[in-house]
């Protein structure tokens, strides 16, 4: 057996132990000759292995529709990562529903989860979201692809005191956090849910009317003052108007484009002379508000 070959002791012949009788000495090494025979046949460099490895993992990314330039300049660690942590998190991730084009998306915003720990970094948020939030296990892909950031957020400083926050305001019940409402458990409780719901309070609303409002539309806690809350509640007031209290009925209003829709369609009924409801004036295709406009038009002018 090849095993017994390998194992059993080499037995040489006797003659074969003898050294040869010469009448010259025989030439031994010299250092130098050692040391040129060395720089011939240099041992093995691992060099060209790292190299290998690190081809295999550029092309892992790419693969994945991965962007590897930014992924090595946002996440240094993964030159030194190796690629059996990189499929491991992808497991990981897998495990729990999400394709790999998913998988390859997310990882591009988020390249730092390239070398993250599932054990001690994504494991504990899918376990916050089935067993905390209880988000149904088929739920679990359609909220990660909703809100990536939320495999790059903290359990005990960031989401648990968010989803504790959101559940005293009314997302309990009926109104519990889902795969579509994910999104607001990365939010900052002091950053950003609570300068939003000052702000609708500052325009004379109550807390528990505000509560209402964003439960019946949650978008309202990912609106930008600045650049959404604000500008549409002065065109609302002072170019519509409007009464504050129709925006209470219909919070929806803010989730729909100023320039995009609901200066076009104001300035048209304003033209004509006529007026509707927020939800009548918004809620309908452009085809059926210009039906609409138009049977109306007809309506005055029979009237008159």
């Given at each position: 057996?090849?095993?017994?070959?390998?194992?059993?002791?080499?037995?040489?012949?006797?003659?074969?132990?003898?050294?040869?009788?010469?009448?010259?000495p025989?030439?031994?090494?010299?250092?130098?000759?050692s040391?040129?025979?060395?720089?011939?046949?240099?041992?093995?460099?691992s060099?060209?292995d790292?190299?290998?490895?690190?081809?295999q993992?550029?092309?892992?990314?790419?693969?994945l529709?991965?962007?590897?330039?930014?992924?090595l300049?946002?996440n240094p660690?993964?030159?030194?990562?190796?690629?059996?942590?990189?499929?491991?998190?992808?497991?990981c991730?897998?495990?729990?529903?999400?394709?790999?084009?998913?998988?390859?998306?997310?990882?591009?915003?988020?390249?730092?989860?390239?070398?993250?720990d599932?054990?001690?970094?994504?494991?504990?948020?899918?376990?916050?979201?089935?067993?905390?939030?209880?988000?149904?296990?088929l739920?679990?892909p359609?909220s990660?692809?909703?809100c990536?950031?939320?495999?790059v957020?903290?359990?005990p400083n960031?989401?648990?005191?968010?989803?504790?926050f959101?559940?005293n305001?009314?997302?309990?019940?009926?109104?519990s956090?889902?795969?579509?409402?994910?999104?607001?458990?990365?939010?900052?409780?002091?950053d950003?849910?609570?300068?939003?719901?000052q702000?609708l309070?500052?325009l004379?609303f109550s807390?528990e009317?505000v509560?209402t409002?964003?439960i019946?539309?949650?978008?309202l806690?990912?609106?930008?003052?600045?650049?959404n809350?604000?500008?549409?509640?002065k065109?609302?007031?002072?170019?519509?108007?409007?009464?504050?209290v129709?925006l209470k009925?219909?919070?929806?209003?803010f989730?729909?484009?100023l320039?995009g829709k609901?200066?076009?369609r104001?300035?048209?009924?304003v033209?004509h002379r006529?007026?509707?409801?927020?939800?009548?004036?918004l809620k309908?295709?452009?085809?059926?508000?210009?039906?609409r406009?138009?049977e109306?038009?007809l309506?005055?002018?029979?009237?008159?």
């Open positions: 057996m090849l095993t017994e070959m390998i194992i059993r002791p080499l037995h040489l012949p006797p003659q074969a132990l003898l050294i040869p009788h010469s009448s010259k025989s030439k031994t090494l010299s250092s130098s000759s040391s040129n025979l060395s720089t011939k046949n240099p041992p093995p460099s060099s060209s790292s190299g290998l490895l690190f081809r993992k550029i092309l892992y990314l790419e693969n529709n991965v962007n590897s330039h930014k992924a300049q946002l660690d993964f030159r030194s990562t190796p690629l059996s942590s990189l499929l491991s998190v992808e497991q991730l897998s495990s729990f529903g999400l394709t790999r084009s998913s998988l390859g998306r997310i990882l591009d915003m988020y390249p730092q989860l390239l070398t993250s599932p054990h001690t970094q994504l494991y504990p948020i899918f376990d916050f979201l089935l067993n905390e939030v209880r988000i149904p296990f739920h679990i359609k990660i692809t909703r990536p950031r939320i495999l957020s903290n359990v960031q989401l648990r005191p968010t989803f504790s959101l559940q305001l009314g997302f309990v019940g009926p109104h956090i889902t795969s579509h409402t994910t999104v607001l458990l990365v939010s900052s409780v002091e950003t849910l609570l300068p939003k719901i702000f309070q500052s004379g807390y009317e509560a409002m964003v019946r539309s949650p978008g806690l990912t609106f930008s003052i600045t650049n809350l604000l500008p549409k509640v065109y609302f007031l002072e170019e519509m108007k409007g009464d504050i129709e009925r219909f919070p929806q209003y989730s729909f484009s320039e609901i200066k076009p104001h300035r048209l009924l033209e006529l007026s509707l409801p927020l939800p009548l004036m309908v295709s452009d085809g059926e508000f210009n039906g406009l138009i109306l038009r309506r005055s002018i029979e009237g008159m």
